[in-house]
Each structure stands twice: as C-alpha cells, then as structure tokens.
C-alpha cells in the first residue's frame, strides 16, 4: 500500500465505517502482514523519512520529558525500553535531522546547531516578555533550558555544535538575551563567560549591556528566597571573573589585539557600576529604593567571603586598590576653597554608611601602611574629589588605630616636601589632612589647636623661623582667611606660629587680618569661653550661653581640686572684659540658696574672698538670692525650664541608641556598626553640650572623688541612657550567642562612646552605682558593668589615668585599677557584690577572649579583681581552701548568668574549678600573694562581717599558718620563713596607717591605726600569751595604742624564741628595723619642708609600730662574746640617723625612752649578771647613743619610780652604776638651782650640763646669773656643754611654739656666753663641730638634730648684741668663723629656711624686729667693722676655708636678687661658685694659703662684694704695710 492509499484507508468516509487511529491502523498492518528483517528496516526507513519531512527543529530543541508513568508513543514504535533510550533516541533523532537539514541547506552542520540552539535559547528568555524587565529566569524558564544544554551537550559531544558561531548569533539578539541563561550557559560549559564577551567584536555595547543586567540583578538580589540566592550567585561568579581576568598580574600580550579584550571588558564594567553607585549616592537616594538597593548590594561585592576562592591571587587586593583610586578621583570638581569651607560636612559620623561601609570594606584587604602610602600617592599624581578623599581620612583613622601615628607621619611628609620647595599643593594637602583627622576627636587625632601649636609653635617647626619659610607660611594662611571657619581663625591668633623678633611684621599683619575677618563673621576673641575648645568646628556659641557652660565646668573643677580654677583666675586678670560682662552675671544668677553651702556658693565665697566680685555686684546678688527666697514658687518655675530644653537631645540619643541596638542584634547590619556607633557619638555630644568644652579633656587625668562622686542632672540622665544601652545589648547579644560570637561591638562601644569626653561623667556613676548603690542592682546591671570593665581594660592604653580624691596621689590610676577601689570587702553586703562583679567579670573574660592569646587576656582584667575574688573564694567557700581538683565543663558559667534568677555562688564555685583559670592564677601579678591578703583582711571589718569571730580567727590561722607560710614565694607565700611572715606583716600595718589620713577613711572610724575601719581581730587581741605584762602597759595608753597588733607580737615571740636560721650569724639586724629602714630609704631626701614632713610622719608610724611591739625589740638578746652585754646596734642607729633628727630639745619622747630603759632591764634580768649586762650597755650609749642618756635625764622625774620597782623585781642590788650617774647628775643639776653647795660634777661633763640644762627649762627662771656663778669652780667642758645645749634650746624656741619663748632662751644663752667670755674659755670651736670630730665634739653633734645645727648660724649672730668684740678679735679663729657663719647665714636665707624659722616662731606672722634680713644686716655691718681690726694671724686661719665650706646656690640670679637687693647695693659680681652649709661645714686640711684666700674672696665677693673688698683690702694692708702708710716728704 502506498502512502497516499494509506492515508486515504485511514481518512476516507466509507459507508458505515469508523474512522480508525494510526496505531490501530500499525497493529492492524502487523497483523496482517508479517515483514521479514529487510522490510522491518524498509518501514523504519520510511517513518524517518516522513518524520524529517514534516520536523520543527526549533520545536524539537525545545522537548521536554514525558509526565511521570506514561511514554512517548515514537518511543513505543521504536521499541526502545532501555535506560536512557529516550535521551539517546532524542539526540539521534535531533543529529539525524539536523544533519539533513543542514545537507539541504548546504550548510556546516556545526553551523546550523548552533543557531538552532541559540534560537531556543531565545525563545526561552522571552518566553516572559511581558514582564516589566527581568535579568532571573522562571522556573518553567529554568526546566526548559535545562533540557535545551542537554541537547547542546549532546551535539557538542558529537562534534555538532559551534561555540564561535553561537556565541555570534546570540549577540545578535542580546537584547532578549537574560543574564540568568548567559551565566548558566557559564557554569554548565556551554560556553565560558570569556567566550562569550571576547566573540563580541564592540566591547562599549558589551560593557554598556552588562552594566545595564547587573544594575538589575542588584535590585533583585532583596527578591524572594529562590530568586535571591540565584542572585547572589550569579552576581558572585561575575564579579570574581572581572576581578581575576581584569585584574591579572601580567596580561597575555599576543600578536592580536582579542586576547587583551576581555581585561578591557571587566575593567570597564567594574569601573562604570561604581561610577553608577557612587553617583546615585551623591543624587541621594531614599532607603528601600530600587537604587538605594543596587547600590548596597554592589557595595557589598567589596566583603571578603566574595574572594576566598581567588584571595591566594594578587587580584583581589590590585582590584581593590584600583577602586579606592576611583572613589577617590571621581569627579573632581570641588575646589581647595570648597573643601576648606565644607570639610566639617565630611566626618566620619556625617559620611553616609554605604560610603563609609564602602570604605572599611576596602581597608579589610589593605593593610594601614598600604591605605597611607596609597592615598599619598593619589593625592600626589592625580586630581582627587576632596570629600571622597577626606571622608575616607576620617574612616581611616577612625577604624583603624594603627593608621593614627601613619597619617601624622603622612602630613609631616606633606609640610617639610611643602617648605623644602614652597610647593602650594603639598601645603593644601596637609592642612586639609590634619583639620579632618582632627575632626574625629583626641582619641584619632591631635586637636588641631595641639596640632597647630605643636607644628608651629616652635624652633623645631617645618618653618625653620627662616625668612623664607615664614613668608610662605603667613602667605599660605592669609590666603585661607576668606575661607576660614572662625574657629581655625581663633586657633591661629591665639597659638601663634614662632617667630623670631625681626619678623614680627609678618605675624602681626595676619593677626590683623584674621581679626578683621572674625570682626566681619561678627566673632570675638575677647568674649571667648574659658574653657573653649578651639579643634572643635562648630558653631559659635552666644556669650551668654557660653559663659553658663564656663560656669558649669568652672563649678566641677572646684569640686575636684577644692581651688579656684587657674582659667577664671586669669580671665579676672587678662579677660576682664568678659569675666565681668558675662562669666560673673552667669555665676551669680539669683537663687534660693541651699542651707548647707553647695559647690556653687563656695566658689561664689571663694571668690570673693579673693577679690574677683566687685563688691556692689555681690551685694546685689545676695539682695536677690533673699528675693528669690521670699518667692519659692517663682524660683521652681525657672528651675524647670532646663530639663525641657535637654528634651531633644535626649531624644534623638534615645534614637540613636536603640537604632544601635538593632544594629547589634541583626547579623546582616554589622557593617553599619561603626557608622551608627559615630552617629550615637555625635548625637551623645548635642546631648551633654560638649562641643565647646576645654582643650585636652582627654589627655588629662580623671578627677574623681570616691566619697562623694557627684554628677550634674543632665549628665546622669544621658550616662544612665548609655550604660542602660550597653547593658540591654549586652543581654539582648548574649541570648542569641556567647560572647565569643558576638562580634566587635561591645569593643567599639566603649571605645568610641567612653573614650570620649564621656569619661569622667561615666566613672562618676559608676562609682555611684558600684561603691554607693551596689545592692541594689540587678544581676543584669552586674553583668553589663562588668564587661564594660572588661573593655575598658582592652582600651587601657587610649584612656587617662584616674586621681581619685581631692588629696588624689601624684601618680593616677589606670581606670582598670580604679574598680579595686570601687569594689571594697570590708561587709557582707560590699563583698557580696564584689564577688558577683568579679564571678561576672572573669567569666565575660574567659569567654569573650578564649580564642585570643594569653596576653589579651591578661590586659582586660584587673589584678585586682581577680585578687579579690580569690580573696573571698577562700573566706566564703571551705571547698577554695582545699588543693584544686580542676574541672573541665563546657565552658565558663557565662550562660547561667544571664538568666533572671542567678545563683551567684553556684557560679562562683563553678568558675573556680575551671582550667583555665587555675592556670591564670598561677600567672605573674594574678596570684593572691601574702602581702594581698593581709591588705584585703585589713579592710574587714569584723561588726558587718559574714564570718562569725571563731569562723574569723579559724580563717585566718588557716590562711597564715597553712596557705602563706608554706608556699614557696613564688607563689606569693613566705618560704616557711616566719621572719619573712613578721616583715611583711610590718610593712602592710604601716601601709595601713599611711592608707588611713588619705582621702578614704572614715569619719566616725574606729581604726586602730589612724582612723581605717578595718578588721581589728588582726590587731586586737590585747593579751599575748608570752607577754603578760603587755596588756597592762597597753591600757596606759591613748585608745589608738590599746589596739595594737597581738597577732605579730605572737608571731615576733615565736621568732626570737625560736632557733636562729641556719647560715646566719646570731647578731644580726632585726627584722623591724630593716623594715623601717628600708621604707625610710625609699622617701625623697632633702631638707624641703614637703619631704621633713613625709618623714616625720613615716618616723611617726615607725615610732607607733615598735611601741606596739614587746620592748626586747629595742634591747636584743646577749652577744655571743663576752661580757655578754644585750645587743642594742640596731636600736643605737636608728635613734642616730632617724629619731635623732625629730627630737626636740636634745631628748626623745618619754615613751620611746621608757620603752627602751623597760627592754633595757628585762634583757639584764635574764643576763647571768644585770648590773655588769646595765652598765655595759649605758657606756656604750656614751659614746654609741648619748641621746638616750639625755631623753633620760629630761623625763627622769617620771622614769626613776619605774625603774627602782623594775630593778627591784629582777635584782636585790642596788641600781647599777651608770644608772647612779643618771641619778648624780640630776642631784647635781638641783643643787646648782637650789643654791645649794654645788657638789663636783661627776662625770662625763656633758651629761651634767645636760641635766642642768633640762633643769633650768624646767624651772622656767627668768635669770640664772647667780647658779651660772656657783659653777666657778667646774671644770670648762660643763659650762661649754651647757652653752651648747642653749643653743639648741635658742633654736628649738624658734623651731616650736610650744617651746619657751625665743627671748627667754636668747637671755639664757647670753648668760652662759658672758660667763664663758668672763673665764677667758673658748667656745667657738663649738660652731667648727663635723662628725670626724672625737670626744666632745662628736657626742654633741649625735644630741643635735641635723638642722638645728645646721641654723647654728642663726644662733651666732643672734648673741652678735652680746660679744666682747676687744676679747673675740684676739682670737685666732674668730674671723675664721664669724666670715663661715655669715656665709652660711645668706646660704640659709637664700634657700628660705630662715623665712620659715621666723614664721614658726612668730605664730605665722613676722616680727617688724630681729627677721632675717635684719640679722643679715647686722651680720654684714658687724664683719666690715671688724675685718679691719683683725690681726695678721687671724687671716692664716680665714684661708684654711675651702671651697666645701661654702653655700651652694641653685640659681645666681635669685642669689643676687635676694642678697644685694636686699641690701640696696649695686655691684659688678661674678657667678656664685659653688656654697653648700651643711653640718659640721668646717675643717680638712689647709692648702696654699694664698690660694685658699683667693677662693674666700671669690665666695664672698658672689655673697657681698663689700665684706671681699674689705677682707682683700685688710690683707693687702698687712702683706705691704709700706704701701698703706702716709708718704714722708722729707
């Protein structure tokens, strides 16, 4: 049957017949004939020919699979059944068809696939034409061109199909073509995207296609959830191709030109999306549009993860660098003017976030030397659009730390390239640097008045103070002066650059011009604020406005330093006009006064005692403060108006802040983080009013009073804003991850909020919160303040250093140490806040820095804190007090503590068996040391404690006897060794005492030591066991004493008893008085009044101690030698070179003296003979500490009874016999006042004077001729003891005002001078006394304090009234030592000792009559009377004085001001060489007298040219006596 006979059989109507279906028509055909294999093939054959005849090859392109279960009829007839028969069928049925078409059509069948391919392609993209434009396929979209590449894969497979040819035909329609199909037919290899960008031979129409598609891609990267990760991998894939081929290292340079196209393509591409983005952004855009859309997601094709495959290349980072150029170089059309002018626009806080985003993203890559160099470099060879390239300083330096010291070293570069070569562009660029670096605060840059000044204002300057120089820098900032802000203006007039005096002209030309151009923007110098911050930029503050600020601030630091602010001191002098029109009406603004003065009404009252309120201003105000109290309700109505206009500001921070929070709290805004961080700042300064505050806030050290911290109302609302916010987010972070995974915020937080000028109004309520309000926070609160205390430690290195107190410490605290002092232990309640703050602050630690290195770690936490929480883990917890048995849970008990109900203790304990932390304590600085835990148990104190009195005592025998005294001292311990135990425990009560006249003790304290409350048990327990007389002794003392410490008498009578050390010696120094010495060592020596008294208080403490201590301390055991006298060395040294220099009147107190006589006797008692062992040890004082002998004699009165009842108790013999010369030499002395028949003085001489001495200060006689005349028959060393220890009572009269009056003593003294003068017996050799001395002169320096010997010129000249001149001038030494002792006198005077001598004595006001100048003058007239009548021998001994008997001066000038003005005298005179007085000044061998003489009258010429002319002139009469007499003419 032929074909058109079959078609007729199928179709054809016959009568009554059913129109059949081709597959009936088939099987029907089977059934009736059965074809052999050749007509099987013939009918398959034929089929092939039909289909082909009448086939669509677009259409069959296109074919999809069957639904699932049914098969294709074709698939049927062909009896295919095996797996992948369709697929097979498919493609042979596709390939056989096309080759036929293509054998028709004469055509490469390569060819015609590809363009029947390309036509699929496009009909499959535009299957959705109706849409508005898309670049993302649908899913129907998507399975019809998944089964189209599985043709084309087919046909490539089979050599059937060209890429070259369908890449051309599908530019042909590149206009239907959707990104989606070019970037599938990418990554399913079909044909490469380079492929297919290089086979277009217009690369402007490829690019101008491209950059059209991916503008829309960016807008839908936001779409639904399938379309969005298509997106973003599509988006992926095509940025990482430009960036890896764009930007390749080296290029393949071919003979073609193709090769180099594609580089081209994605160069041009990726320049014009940013040209495209960065424009969009100027236009401005509303968030959530189309194009706000596009450009975020272009923006954020920068972040690292886009790279990871491709970072190992250089591409990425020359990709990067290429697009900071072309930010930074796009569109230039600002000018230098424009960019002066605007730049206050540009911060960080003003640049929007997608900018400043851009940016950061672009530092990730590039590290701070290469962000510099290559801004540097961009700014040198190109021009650049100043806002691109100042806001990106600004990022810079904001972001990134390190860049700081690079951008200053940057802009040095700038100025010294400028001045080499005059170069106008370098100077711009630095300028324009340093002002926008210096917007961002101290915290990123200097200030650019500290920048200015620090640049200019000196010889070092880049402008050399050179001519040249100078001129071009005044020309530079004149030509800025029309487009100055005022600020800058002020800055320079009022920090001037250096300039020499010749070219003043030109400094004074531009500070003309710039004050006339403040003048013309209506802004005055003169009515500047006092605490004016010239970096700021903002805008000029009204006066009165800025005069209430001055107020304000002038108030706070009154409040810190309790004086009146240096700023309105000198603004009463130099800025009258303002401090009386401005600052003083805003001081004395009427109000209702408070009943208990505040700081402001003290400032008020301090001024006007100084004389800064004119008095009728004053009267006014008071007469309206009464006003204003008569009428409350007048005054509350202006009270609240301040609130109200803080209403906005507050506001907006609110904003601010929670706008923050969601930025923390949504992972996908992280990148916004720094830029909202900015914003809060700024927002948080219109809100404290801080843009106008002082200059360096910043680098100055945190005042601080603990006691009493106190915060204005707007400053506590916006503080508590801020650290509310921290806290919130901190709680709000870590319930959706630990700390670890919380990101930086938390640093940067603190770093840009605290780092601020917040500081100080933060540490005020923290104090307030933590040390006054402490159990009244929440767990929550705790949490939150610890870890902003942990960041603060991160940032220690950027913040100031804390003084806390108004006596604050010279050297501040770090404000990480300062929570130590926020966080006492001495109650239950103090405690258990400080171990909550401390569990929270070691478990945020911990966690937060687990994965960083140790050193991190150890910088964010306090040892302090960590101190204290192993200090009240072994008080609290018996569980610490065992060895560790260390745990390993998950990790630290972070989670738990951020539930609302926290068990504090749980967590506590929990965190001590950590790891971790064990290991920490075992770090350098960490560990709880013995010297800790004696300072911390101190400040318990036992009525608030949480341990009862046995649980105290057992805690602390525990923690001395178990825990310190065994462990070795490198772990904080004592070795075992008890002496160490007892030292330290010394010096820590003596800290105590120190600590406790500092700013924070008690009032109403019951301190043992000195006002401290603390734990007494230490120190308290009156009774030892192995001292039962101690207790009695205690109870006759003041109440201060009854509480000394029994713990270290115990541990100090464990020590003597027990066995001497094995390798040392048996006398040895004693363990106290190495303490003592080695603290008084450590003080500042000299003889300023500032550091006296620091050693008289730390003698006084020292004093306090041994007392405290059983008396065996002063007197040792017995020696090992014999005699066996008791062993006193230590005791005798300290009384030389310490008490010594304290005592009064030649004598210790009575105490001390008791103290060591009872020592004294009990060590004889236990010697085997008391007498020989007491008298051994008083000969020594003779010679060894004669001052212990005189202290005895002074309060004999009082020590005799005790001691006759102790000698009694431990021998039935007599006294000893030195102790009986004590006793002679009192009834000696009483006799001689008695008038009595004055028995001979026993010996030594000198004590005998020094008992008739005490015994007329204790007669208080107005004359002691007549008993001065019953001791005739003496021998001269009593009388010329006697007048020495006058002497020094003269002094000690001037020295203390309790002392008998200076004229009194002065009469005494000239009693004992007249009977010496009258008995012919020389006592000027006791004003040559030195220490090499032997004998008496020896013995009496050691009674002597130090500087009252050295006033023993005071003491010369004030008997001058009194000398016999006749007797003096036939003295070989008088001239000798009247010329030393004026010497020394003017050396006194010069380094203001005698003004305070005069002063002390005077009651504090000066006498008219007998001042040091006056016995200066008197001095001085006295030698020019004498010198002439001085033998010729006298001036052998002048020359004897070397140049070390001389008064040093540390100035010439202020010698010469204060000596010859003071005289009235004029004089050409040499600079002073070299004078020191000091005791014992004179002696040493003699010289060549000639030479020595020439030296005097150096010296003297320096002090008074007068005495030198006469001194030379009387020599030179004696030397030539020929010269100086009358001629004889005949």
Not at 1327 to 1342: I, K, N, V, Y
Request: a neutral charge.
């Amino acid at each position: 049957m032929s074909a058109s006979q079959a078609r007729a059989a199928v179709s054809g109507p016959g009568p009554g017949g059913l129109r059949r279906s081709w597959a009936e028509l088939l099987e029907g055909r089977v059934r009736r004939q059965k074809l052999g294999p050749e007509g099987e093939q013939k009918v398959k054959e034929s089929a092939l020919r039909l289909l082909r005849s009448h086939l669509n090859l677009g259409d069959l392109v296109l074919e999809v699979e069957a639904p699932p279960g049914k098969q294709l009829c074709l698939s049927r007839w062909f009896d295919c059944d095996s797996p992948g028969a369709h697929s097979d069928l498919s493609c042979s049925l596709i390939g056989s068809a096309l080759r036929d078409r293509a054998a028709r059509l004469g055509v490469p069948v390569a060819v015609l696939s590809s363009q029947v391919v390309a036509c699929g392609l496009v009909r499959v993209c535009e299957a959705d034409a109706g849409l508005p434009p898309q670049v993302l396929l649908s899913p129907e979209q998507r399975k019809k061109l998944s089964s189209l590449f599985e043709v084309a894969e087919n046909l490539s497979a089979q050599n059937m199909f060209s890429r070259l040819s369908f890449c051309q035909e599908l530019w042909k329609v590149q206009n239907s073509l959707l990104l989606e199909a070019v970037w599938r037919l990418h990554v399913q290899k079909i044909v490469s995207l380079q492929e297919l960008l290089e086979s277009r031979a217009d690369p402007c129409a490829v690019v101008a296609w491209l950059s059209r598609d991916l503008r829309l891609l960016c807008e839908q990267t936001e779409a639904p959830p399938p379309h969005a990760a298509v997106a973003r991998a599509v988006l992926a894939d095509f940025v990482q191709m430009f960036v890896l081929r764009g930007f390749q290292k080296n290029a393949d340079v071919r003979g073609n030109v193709e090769p180099e196209r594609m580089p081209q393509v994605a160069v041009a591409v990726l320049e014009r999306m940013l040209a495209s983005a960065l424009e969009a952004l100027a236009a401005g855009m509303q968030e959530g549009s189309p194009a706000h859309k596009a450009v975020s997601c272009w923006f954020g094709i920068f972040s690292g993860h886009m790279y990871r495959s491709i970072i190992s290349t250089e591409s990425p980072k020359r990709f990067f660098c290429h697009t900071l150029t072309q930010i930074l170089t796009h569109k230039p059309v600002l000018k230098v003017s424009d960019a002066i002018q605007m730049q206050r626009d540009w911060s960080f806080a003003r640049t929007p976030p997608l900018l400043s985003g851009l940016y950061r993203r672009l530092f990730v890559i590039l590290s701070p030397e290469e962000l510099v160099g290559h801004l540097q470099e961009v700014l040198e060879t190109q021009e650049v659009n100043w806002q691109h390239m100042l806001s990106c300083v600004s990022t810079l330096v904001t972001c990134l730390p390190d860049a700081q010291q690079l951008v200053a070293g940057w802009v040095a570069r700038l100025l010294a390239r400028a001045f080499e070569s005059c170069d106008l562009d370098s100077m711009v660029s630095a300028f324009l640097v340093a002002r926008q670096a210096a917007l961002e605060g101290p915290a990123a840059f200097p200030s650019y008045a500290a920048w200015f000044q620090a640049t200019f204002g000196s010889t070092r300057g880049f402008h050399g103070c050179s001519r040249k120089g100078l001129v071009f820098l005044f020309k530079f900032l004149s030509d800025l002066v029309p487009f100055e802000a005022p600020r800058y203006l002020q800055v320079h007039v009022l920090h001037p650059p250096l300039v020499p005096g010749k070219y003043r002209t030109l400094l004074s030309d531009y500070v003309a011009l710039a004050r006339t151009r403040l003048a013309d923007l209506k802004v005055s110098i003169e009515n500047m604020g006092l605490y004016e911050d010239l970096s700021s930029v903002g805008d000029i503050m009204e006066p009165h406005s800025r005069a209430a600020r001055d107020v304000e601030k002038a108030i706070v630091v009154f409040e810190h330093t309790g004086k009146i602010p240096v700023a309105v001191l000198e603004a009463s002098i130099f800025r009258r006009s303002y401090y009386l029109s401005h600052f003083l009406p805003a001081l004395l603004t009427p109000r209702v006064l408070p009943r208990v003065p505040d700081s402001r009404e003290a400032l008020v009252e301090s001024l006007r005692r100084a004389d800064k309120i004119p008095p009728s201003l004053y009267s006014t105000y008071r007469q309206a403060c009464c006003t204003a109290g008569e009428k409350p309700e007048d005054a509350a109505l202006g009270r609240e108006v301040e609130p109200s206009c803080a209403e906005e500001p507050l506001g907006l921070l609110t904003a601010a802040l929670q706008e923050l929070r969601a930025s923390v709290m949504a992972p996908t805004r992280h990148d916004a983080l720094e830029a909202q961080m900015a914003v809060v700042s700024d927002r948080l300064c219109s809100a404290l009013g801080l843009g106008e505050d002082s200059v360096g806030v910043e680098e100055a050290p945190v005042q601080l009073s603990i006691r009493a911290p106190e915060l204005r109302p707007r400053e506590q609302r916006v503080v508590d804003l801020v650290l509310t916010s921290f806290c919130q987010n901190l709680m709000a972070a870590s319930s959706l991850s630990p700390p670890d995974r919380q990101g930086p915020w938390a640093s940067r937080f603190v770093r840009t909020l605290c780092g601020r000028r917040l500081l100080p109004a933060v540490l005020a309520r923290l104090c307030q919160l933590l040390r006054h309000q402490g159990p009244s926070l929440g767990a929550s609160h705790v949490l939150g303040l610890a870890a902003l205390a942990v960041h603060l430690g991160e940032s220690r290195s950027a913040l100031p250093e804390v003084c806390v107190g108004p006596s604050a410490p010279a050297r501040g605290l770090p404000v990480p140490q300062l929570f130590d002092s926020l966080l006492p232990c001495g109650t239950r309640e103090s405690s258990a806040l400080c171990l909550k703050f401390c569990t929270a602050a070691i478990s945020y630690s911990l966690c937060k820095f687990s994965s960083q290195s140790h050193d991190v770690l150890l910088s964010c936490l306090s040892p302090g804190l960590i101190k204290k929480f192993q200090f009240i883990m072994f008080r609290w917890f018996s569980e610490a007090r065992d060895p560790p048995s260390w745990e390993d849970p998950a990790g630290p008990p972070w989670r738990p503590l951020c539930l609302p109900a926290v068990d504090w203790q749980r967590a506590a304990l929990c965190l001590w068996k950590q790891r971790t932390l064990q290991e920490l304590l075992k770090q350098e600085g960490f560990q709880l040391t013995y010297r800790d835990w004696l300072q911390l148990e101190l400040e318990v104190q036992p009525e608030a404690d949480s341990l009862s009195d046995t649980e105290r005592q057992e805690f602390q025998q525990w923690a001395i006897h178990q825990h310190f005294l065994p462990a070795p001292s490198g772990a904080g311990g004592c070795d075992g060794d008890l002496e160490v135990a007892c030292t330290t425990l010394v010096d820590v009560l003596m800290d105590v005492c120190q600590s406790s006249k500092n700013y924070d003790h008690s009032q109403n304290s019951d301190l043992v030591l000195g006002g401290c409350t603390g734990n007494r048990d230490i120190f308290s327990r009156l009774q030892a066991p192995c001292q039962p007389h101690l207790g009695a002794l205690l109870r006759k003392r003041p109440r201060d004493f009854c509480l000394w410490p029994c713990l270290l008498q115990e541990m100090a009578a464990d020590l003597e008893q027990g066995p001497a050390p094995p390798g040392h010696a048996v006398a040895r120094e004693h363990f106290l008085f190495g303490v003592f010495r080695r603290r008084l060592q450590a003080l500042a020596g000299g003889w300023d009044v500032a550091s006296r008294l620091q050693r008289q208080r730390e003698l006084l403490t020292c004093k306090r101690v041994l007392l405290g201590l059983p008396p065996s301390v002063l007197v040792g055991g017995p020696r090992a030698e014999q005699p066996a006298d008791p062993n006193c060395d230590d005791f005798f040294h300290w009384v030389n070179s310490e008490l010594r220099n304290v005592s009064h009147g030649g004598a210790l107190t009575h105490d001390v003296t008791a103290h060591f006589f009872r020592g004294l006797l009990n060590a004889c008692a236990r010697s085997r003979d008391p007498s020989l062992a007491a008298d051994l040890t008083l000969t020594a004082c003779q010679t060894q500490c004669p001052l212990l002998l005189t202290s005895a004699l002074l309060w004999w009165p009082c020590l005799e009874p005790e001691l006759h009842r102790r000698w009694g108790r431990c021998s039935r013999s007599p006294l000893p016999a030195q102790l009986r010369r004590l006793q002679e030499a009192q009834h000696f002395a009483g006799s001689v006042l008695s008038r009595l028949v004055v028995p001979p003085a026993p010996g030594p001489a000198w004590l005998c004077a020094a008992a008739l001495h005490f015994a007329i200060r204790r007669a208080r006689k107005e004359s002691i001729g007549r008993e001065l005349g019953q001791l005739d028959g003496q021998g001269e060393e009593l009388l010329v003891s006697l007048f020495f220890f006058s002497l020094m009572g003269l002094l000690s009269s001037h020295l203390t005002p309790q002392a008998v009056s200076s004229p009194k003593a002065l009469d005494i003294c000239a009693e004992v001078l007249g009977r010496l003068q009258g008995r012919r017996i020389s006592w000027l050799p006791l004003f040559q006394l030195t220490e090499a001395d032997a004998g008496l002169g020896r013995t009496l320096l050691r009674v002597a304090p130090d500087h009252q010997v050295r006033l023993l010129p005071v003491a010369f000249y004030s008997l001058l009234s009194y000398f016999d001149e006749d007797a003096l001038l036939q003295e070989d030494a008088f001239l000798h030592v009247a010329v030393n002792m004026y010497l020394k006198l003017i050396g006194l005077f010069v380094a203001g000792e005698t003004g305070t001598l005069w002063t002390v004595a005077c009651g504090g006001e000066l006498r008219a009559q007998g001042d040091p100048v006056s016995l200066i003058t008197d001095a001085r007239l006295f030698l020019l009377r004498a010198i002439p009548r001085c033998p010729k021998r006298s001036f052998s001994h002048v020359a004897e004085v070397k140049m070390l008997t001389l008064v040093s001066f540390k100035s010439t000038s202020v010698f010469h001001m204060r000596t010859l003005d003071t005289f009235g005298k004029r004089s050409i005179w040499c600079p002073a060489r070299g004078i020191s007085p000091g005791p014992g000044c004179l002696g040493g061998s003699a010289g060549s007298n000639t030479r020595a003489f020439l030296q005097l009258l150096a010296a003297s010429g320096d002090c008074d040219p007068d005495v030198s002319a006469a001194l030379l002139h009387r020599q030179q009469a004696l030397l030539h006596p020929d010269l100086h007499q009358e001629p004889r003419l005949f």
